[in-house]
Structures are given as C-alpha cells and as structure tokens.
Nanobody
Framework: QVQLVESGGGLVQPGGSLRLSCAAS????????MGWYRQAPGKQRELVAM???????DYADSVKGRFTISRDNAKNTIFLQMNSLKPEDTAVYYC??????????WGQGTQVTVSS
C-alpha cells in the first residue's frame, strides 16, 4: 500500500507563491494517476489538479492558470506549484490517487494559509 506524506505548506500573503511536495512509498501499482485535493473549513474536499503517469494534466477552474502539478516518477514524488495565491485558496492540501474513487486513505495533509 502506498504511503503519502505532504509538505511545503505555510503562511503566505495574497499574490504570493508556495510549492507543495508529496512523497510516496510502496507499490508501483499505487502510483499512477495522482492528484492534489484541498479542504477548507466548512467546505467539501475538492480535487484541484491531477496528473497521469505520462504527464497529462487537468485542473479545476478555480486554480487554472495559477497552479501547476508535476511529478517525478523515478522519485515517486508529486509537486504543486501555487502562484498568485488568494485567500480562498486557504485549505489543507492532500495528495492522493485520482479520481476520488481510487482513494483508500488520507495522509495528514499540509496547511496553506493565504492572509494579509
């Protein structure tokens, strides 16, 4: 079973940038299409970006043009570059398999807070 550890979150001002990382370990069969999800207080968890093993990407409209997902298959690592951050991006960010139906369990996530 794949274990996932997110890192890179923090406090940033509106308009700022952060780069999140997700280290995965375990079976190669658990490292195919991956995504970044986020959950803000009082809101449902949202898939904001996904990437196939071959590098094809898709984004939620709310982050399109601002976030970039990437992966290093050799290192079993997923990244999320977040630019032009807005207060509404404040959430706990998680990496996992995508789509949601393939998720077995969640890691701790990493907190992103966008505030002036």
């Amino acid at each position: 079973q794949v274990q996932l550890v997110e890192s890179g979150g923090g406090l940033v001002q509106p308009g700022g940038s952060l780069r999140l990382s997700c280290a995965a370990s375990g079976s190669i069969f658990g490292f195919n299409t991956m995504g970044w999800y986020r959950q803000a207080p009082g809101k449902q968890r949202e898939l904001v970006a996904m990437i196939t093993r071959g590098g094809s990407t898709d984004y939620a409209d709310s982050v399109k043009g601002r976030f970039t997902i990437s992966r290093d298959n050799a290192k079993n690592t997923i990244f999320l570059q977040m630019n032009s951050l807005k207060p509404e991006d404040t959430a706990v960010y998680y990496c996992n398999r995508a789509p949601l139906r393939l998720v077995v369990s969640w890691g701790q996530g990493t907190q992103v807070t966008v505030s002036s």
